[in-house]
């Protein structure tokens, strides 16, 4: 059974910096894209950044580029997302989720819809205050 369970969330203040840890049961990471989603109260959910499989190759979203680190633990089959330099607008819940799809990789990471992505954790909370 697949499943991929976030944490890490927490209350920070600006400038500050968290790490979000998704450990995933059910299948292997290294074998699939992965990536981290978010959504803030009243807004559409949006691509955060992803890893591919195989190579590890990497993509951001503008809004997050350089201050946030996304990598993965092949031998704890664990994702994780390094925030620094933490703003209010990046206040939200956050997902994981992974295309189920063997050997993905994130080349299209911008253009491609979140229904590409089939596996989802539960969220974990993020909040920034200014």
């Known amino acids: 059974q697949v499943q991929l369970v976030e944490s890490g969330g927490g209350l920070v203040q600006s400038g500050g910096s968290l790490r979000l840890s998704c450990a995933a049961s059910?299948?292997?990471?290294?074998?699939?894209?992965i990536g981290w989603f978010r959504q803030a109260p009243g807004k559409e959910r949006e691509k955060v950044s992803c890893i591919s499989s195989r190579d590890g190759g990497s993509a951001y979203a503008d809004s997050v580029m350089g201050r946030f680190t996304i990598s993965r633990d092949n031998a704890y089959n664990t994702l994780y997302l390094q925030m620094n330099s933490l703003k209010s607008e990046d206040t939200g819940t956050y997902y994981c989720a992974a295309d189920s799809l063997v050997g993905s990789d994130c080349s299209y990471f911008s253009q491609a819809p979140l229904s590409l992505y089939d596996w989802w954790g539960q969220g974990t909370q993020v909040t920034v205050s200014s």
């Open positions: 059910g299948f292997a990471l290294k074998d699939y894209a």
